[in-house]
């Protein structure tokens, strides 16, 4: 029996779909296919999904916007749990709780709505709540360990609240990278005017213009303590180099774009530039990029 199958026959109400195509869902534009997709549409069906996937010891990833990812080429023979229907925003004083499947779009819109400011230097990256959590992902002026007042999560089974410094943030890492699974954040925000909030997100969004144009997964790696990756790797003289249709960027050395790329390609060059970094530099690079599987 095939995994949509059992996935419908045991949550017959839940959004389902066969044969998930990585390429149509992740920002670089390419990788294989999972078996199966599911969608819970609230906290409690997301952690009997999660409950039930552990029991029957099916694979399964968490994919939110699907940027920072790399899929591999052929079957991932597990599901792909989507926490996208999970769109809950409530404020609460100068707090924000957002379900993990809010885009950081809508977080902000909804925060200027309500004169909560604080999180401008999120404005333009693409991500969702609960992928931005789980990756501690921002920008030198701010990361979400910087805002993260609690986390409403799925750990071995059990929906639980964790308190922001329990979640083990540290750069693009955290707890929920490691099996503990997002579901809500509260956010802690301050009082703002509209008109101010607009102005500082404009200002990061236009700071961003400068970023490569095309598909891409976003930084590639971490940056190493007192240098930007970017930089290590324009000085070992990577920028432009190719494998396939995958290129690293000449204008931000740590963009990897698709030009016609496939996963292998994409793996293939991230694994060059590890190799010619370290020989040149001695630096291993940490990759900040997510793998499936």
């Known amino acids: 029996m095939g995994l949509y199958t059992r996935l419908k026959e045991q949550f017959p109400r839940m959004d389902c779909e066969r044969e998930f195509d990585f390429s149509r869902h992740t920002t670089i534009g390419c990788g294989g296919r999972a078996e199966a997709a599911a969608s819970p ?25 699907g940027a920072n990812v790399l ?58 709540v609960g992928g931005g959590t789980a990756m501690n992902a921002g920008v030198r002026e701010l990361h979400f360990s910087d805002v ?16 922001g410094r329990e979640c083990t943030f540290s750069e693009k890492d ?9 579901l809500g954040v509260t956010l802690r925000g301050k009082l703002a005017r509209s008109e101010e909030i607009a102005r500082e997100s404009c200002y990061f969004r236009t700071r961003r213009h400068g970023l490569p144009k095309g598909r891409s997964m976003g930084c590639t790696f971490v940056n190493p303590p007192g240098i ?39 793996a293939a060059l991230i694994g060059r530039i590890k190799a010619e970094v370290a020989r040149q530099t001695g630096i291993i690079l940490r990759e900040e990029i997510r793998r499936i599987p």
């Open 41 to 65: 549409a609230d906290e409690q069906e997301a952690q009997a999904l999660l409950v039930w996937l552990r029991r029957e010891n099916i694979p399964y990833c968490i994919l939110g916007a």
């Open 71 to 128: 899929a591999s080429e052929g079957l991932f023979a597990g599901v792909v749990v989507r926490l996208r229907r999970l769109g809950r925003l409530e404020c609460r004083g100068t707090e924000l709780f957002a379900g993990a499947g809010v885009t950081g779009g809508r977080l902000l819109a909804f925060a200027q709505q309500h004169g909560i400011g604080g999180f401008s230097p999120f404005s333009g990256i693409p991500m969702t």
């Open 148 to 163: 993260v007042r609690r986390v409403l999560c799925v750990e071995n089974g059990t929906l639980r609240t964790l308190e």
């Open 174 to 182: 955290s707890i929920f990278l490691k099996g503990v699974a997002v």
């Open 228 to 266: 930007s990756a970017g930089s290590l790797i324009e000085r070992c003289g990577l920028k432009g180099t190719r494998v396939g249709g995958a290129v690293v960027s000449v204008r931000h050395a740590n963009f990897i774009l698709n030009e016609g790329a496939t996963a292998d390609d994409v």
